[in-house]
C-alpha cells in the first residue's frame, strides 16, 4: 500500500511545484537529508529540527 503524506507534507509538496524544484534540489540547497524530507512528508519520523527548516525555508506554516 502507497504511503499516505501528512497535511504538512501535502503542503511542502505544493510549494516545490510551484517553485519548480525537485525535492533533490531543494535538499542539497538546504542541506537537509533526502531521506529526512521524506520521512517528514510522510510522517514516518518527526524530525522537528529539520520540520522547521523545511517550514522557514519554503514559507509554509509548520502546522499545515
Given at each position: 500500500?502507497?504511503k499516505?503524506l501528512?497535511?504538512?507534507g501535502?503542503?511542502?509538496?505544493?510549494k516545490?511545484?510551484?517553485?519548480?524544484?525537485t525535492?533533490?534540489?531543494f535538499c542539497?540547497?538546504?542541506d537537509?537529508?533526502?531521506?529526512?524530507l521524506?520521512?517528514?512528508v510522510?510522517?514516518d519520523?518527526?524530525?522537528r529540527?529539520?520540520?522547521?527548516?523545511?517550514?522557514r525555508a519554503?514559507?509554509i506554516n509548520?502546522s499545515?
Amino acid at each position: 500500500m502507497a504511503k499516505q503524506l501528512t497535511p504538512f507534507g501535502l503542503a511542502v509538496k505544493r510549494k516545490l511545484l510551484e517553485l519548480s524544484i525537485t525535492q533533490k534540489e531543494f535538499c542539497q540547497r538546504h542541506d537537509i537529508p533526502m531521506n529526512r524530507l521524506s520521512e517528514i512528508v510522510y510522517g514516518d519520523r518527526i524530525a522537528r529540527r529539520y520540520k522547521k527548516e523545511v517550514a522557514r525555508a519554503l514559507d509554509i506554516n509548520i502546522s499545515a
